[in-house]
Each structure stands twice: as structure tokens, then as C-alpha cells.
């Protein structure tokens, strides 16, 4: 697959802040991934036992998996060649200190709340002009799920990594599930009532959609949008999590990782139209 993107693909990425690449992966490779992550959750559920919902990063597991599968993941050209036609030729993924993979929970299930990966008040920047150039910036908060098995996890709000402003039931929604019920449900063993509770809290969300991946799709979205996670543990789930980087998103990221409050050089020329401008 020399062409994954269509100019509506890309023009669709833009507009609603995801795409999905369909059958991307090949199937052996697919055979392959799923192998060594299922060797990979065996270990990080021994080691840490309740509900591990990822194995991250996959270098560290370099002396009891086969880390080549993945290596071959980031050396995909067709991937290289999708990325590049949405973020130029400077785009790169595939780091095996940075790439992880999501696991079901093995236990019970669980959800995260809607959230945006960054927001005011956890950014660091010191004023709101200085976020909005982050968050609207396209080289920015670009990530990736590849999915291994169907996975029907994740739910997004098309078109929110275009605003700068919450809504208020936008906030409401964020304040995820009452946690009393929740725990109460978890330690009383009713995992169908829990089920129910996390999906009624993603469907809170004004807007939202599901996004529906099959074996070999990859999702490439902005994580600056509103998303979510739901998650099952009778539904088997092998998601390879990585980020689509540029080199200026590179060395932000991982300073800002490491705690410090570095500046953003936004790109004019590269900048989204905030919605409703």
C-alpha cells in the first residue's frame, strides 16, 4: 500500500483532529506483535498484578520479548509514507524508549474519564497565548493506536482539538463516573452494573463518537481533542500506543516530561484555524 491517505484523509484528519488507516499492518507482522505483546502482558500482570492497562516502554522488555516485530512496526514504508503526507517529511515514530502497548484489564472493567492530554492548567505555559500556539499547532500532540485485535475502546469529539474554550456540559462529562458508586460496584464484584455505568459515562460526552478499529487499522489522532477510554476484560486488546513526532515536538516533549517548563517556537505557517474563527 503505496497511497494509505486520500486528500480527503488528510483534509479529515485536519477537520475533525482523526484519521484511520485501514489494514495498514500486514498480516504477519500482525502474528508477530500479537506474540511478543502477549508474552509482555504476561509479565507486567506478574510483576504488578491488579489492573495494568499498558506495557510501556517496549525497550524495557528487550531481554524477555523479541523486540524485532516491533522494530519492523516502526520501519513500515507505508506508514512512513502516510505520516509524511499529513505531517512532511520531518515526521518520525516508532522509538522503542517512547512506544507501548494497550492491554485489557484483567480483572474488571475500567474507563478513563474524557480528557485532553494537555490542558490550562497542567500545560505549564505562562499565558493563554502561548497554549493556544501549542494546541493548535500541528506538530503537536499527534499520537498513534495500532490496533492487533478489533478494538472499540476509544471515543472522540470530532472537531474539539479546534477549541480553546470548554463547554460547560464539555466539563461536567470530564468529572468522569461518581467514584463512590463506582468503587462500591468494583467491591461488590457487579461488573455489569460497572460496565454500564463506564458506558453511560462516554456517551456523556456531547457529540462523541466511537471509533471502531479492526485488526491492522491504525488511528492517528490529535490528543489535544476531547477522547476517552473503555475498556473490557473480556475483550482481548493488543493496541500499539506511540507518538507521531517532529523534531521541535521531540525536544518539547520530552523536557516537558521530565518536568520543566520549556518554550514553544510555534509554526506560523503551521498553525490550525481555531473553530467557529
Known sequence: MTTPLSPTDVAGFFQNGYTILRGILPASLITDLRRESDKAAALVRQAHGGQPQRFQPISAYAESIDTLPFRHYADLPALHHAFRQVLGPDAFYGRLDVMGVFIEPPVHPWSITWHRDINRQNCRFETEAEYADFVLDWDSLNQINAALYDDHCTWYVPGSHLRTQDSPAELAASRGPDPDREKRLREGGDLVALEQMHL??????????????????????????????????????????????????????????????????????????????
Open 200 to 277: 453511560e459515562h462516554t456517551r456523556s460526552m456531547p457529540a462523541a463518537v466511537q471509533v471502531h478499529l479492526h485488526a491492522g487499522d491504525l488511528l492517528l489522532y490529535r490528543a489535544y481533542g476531547w477522547h476517552c477510554g473503555n475498556y473490557l476484560p473480556y475483550q482481548k486488546r493488543a493496541t500499539i500506543l506511540d507518538v507521531l513526532y517532529s523534531p521541535a515536538y521531540f525536544e518539547w516533549r520530552h523536557a516537558w516530561l521530565a518536568g520543566h517548563s520549556p518554550k514553544w517556537k510555534p509554526n506560523r505557517s503551521r498553525r490550525l484555524s481555531v473553530a467557529g474563527a
